[in-house]
């Protein structure tokens, strides 16, 4: 059986990171276009600017994304001439501006792509998939470009002076993918892919066990440390290469499913991060799974970095818990999993978690 995969690529340090662009990008051309947020942009560009020029390389345009990541944005920006133009092109900032950096590429038949992430919330900037979304925030679908960005470049020293919350969120989600993963894929006979993601995965979790409380209160104190960094790239890097090397189907189970239907409640949607309500939607997952071993282990990190654990640290109340419910269990997350995830399972384990002191 042939297979063909394409592992993430990244280089890690402070603002001497950069210094390693011009050896990353002299394959591909002496030009390139950078597309990314208003505020990452202002971040990173005084550190890149100086390393592009002694280097030769011609920035063709500055361009802000559009706060959002839609298939219209993305093909707008595909069809500037300076866009065309450039040999490659760089995306700089959170995971909207990876993502629609993404769509920019598949539009522009594979045009080389790099990343420099200026917010340690997701694997965006080394993952092969963008999450589309509408003009008015809706989601859309799923892009994939054909490979992980060619190179990710990772400044410490830029990401530890963003908003501590990003971080806060972003590790909720990761931990997620671990037991997600991990939930998805039993019982099924895994190709060496697969089994490559899944023994990654526990890095997803691990690390954030051991090191996430202090790696978040040096990043409320802008202060970087061993534990901060770990951290960046537990949610950086690990993250994305276990989203790469296990099936699509395997990146998503019932703490999303439950995150999906939390937010159907719009208090919840508008004032909550996504990776703060799937770390909710992840104590539901090892309650219906009975791993109440792992639950115990989580709940005081849970309360020490201050990650709900009740529906109203959500803006909700167990009047919602028929809406989350029936949500939860009509998405597609939940198709690929051990057993059949019923609805009884899911209001009984909500309930459980209400119930705890």
């Known amino acids: 059986m042939r297979s063909t995969h394409c592992l993430p690529s990244y280089s890690f340090g402070g603002h001497d990171v950069f210094d390693a662009i011009p050896k990353f990008t002299k394959l591909y051309g002496k030009s390139v276009a950078i597309i990314g947020g208003e505020t990452a942009l202002s971040k990173a560009l005084p550190h890149i600017r100086s390393v592009l020029d002694k280097a030769g390389i011609k920035v063709l345009d500055i361009i802000h994304f559009g706060g959002e990541c839609t298939f219209a944005r993305g093909k707008e920006i595909a069809q500037m001439a300076s866009v065309k133009d450039a040999d490659f092109l760089f995306a700089v900032g959170g995971g909207k501006a990876m993502d629609t950096v993404k769509v920019v590429a598949i539009e522009l038949d594979d045009k080389?792509?790099?990343?420099?992430?200026?917010?340690?919330?997701?694997?965006?900037?080394t993952?092969?998939?963008?999450?589309?979304?509408?003009?008015?925030?809706?989601?859309?679908?799923?892009?994939?470009?054909?490979?992980p960005p060619v190179h990710c470049f990772i400044d410490a020293d830029i990401l530890v002076e963003a908003p501590s919350r990003y971080l806060w969120a972003g590790m909720g989600d990761?931990?997620?993918?671990?037991?997600?993963?991990?939930?998805?894929?039993?019982?099924?006979?895994?190709?060496?892919?697969?089994?490559l993601g899944l023994t990654l995965a526990s890095m997803c979790s691990e690390p954030i066990l051991a090191h996430g409380i202090q790696a978040y209160k040096d990043s409320q104190a802008n202060k970087r440390s061993d534990a901060f960094d770990t951290i960046a790239m537990t949610v950086i890097f690990t993250t994305g290469v276990v989203s790469g090397c296990v099936p699509m189907a395997y990146n998503s189970n019932m703490a999303h499913a439950v995150c999906y239907g939390?937010?159907?409640?719009?208090?919840?949607?508008?004032?909550?991060?996504?990776?703060?309500?799937?770390a909710y939607g992840l104590l539901i997952l090892l309650t219906v799974d009975q791993q109440m071993d792992e639950l115990q282990r989580w709940l005081p990190v849970y309360r020490e970095l201050g990650w709900p654990t009740k529906l109203s640290q959500l803006d909700l109340t167990a009047s919602h818990i028929p809406q989350i419910v029936e949500k939860a269990t009509s998405v597609h997350d939940?198709?690929?999993?051990?057993?059949?995830?019923?609805?009884?399972?899911?209001?009984?384990?909500?309930?459980?978690?209400?119930?705890?002191?």
């Not at 963008?130 to 470009?145: C, E, I, L, P, S």
């Not at 939390?262 to 799937?278: P, Y």
Request: hydrophobic share 35%; charged share 20%.
């Open 262 to 278: 939390c937010v159907t409640n719009k208090e919840t949607e508008e004032n909550h991060l996504h990776g703060e309500i799937v």
């Open 112 to 125: 080389p792509f790099f990343t420099i992430p200026t917010i340690a919330s997701t694997c965006a900037a």
């Open 127 to 147: 993952s092969e998939v963008a999450a589309v979304y509408t003009a008015d925030h809706t989601f859309d679908d799923v892009a994939f470009v054909n490979h």
């Open 334 to 357: 939940i198709d690929v999993s051990p057993y059949k995830i019923t609805a009884d399972m899911l209001t009984k384990a909500i309930q459980y978690m209400e119930s705890l002191d």
């Open 174 to 195: 990761t931990i997620a993918k671990h037991y997600e993963t991990h939930l998805s894929a039993r019982n099924r006979e895994q190709d060496y892919n697969t089994q």
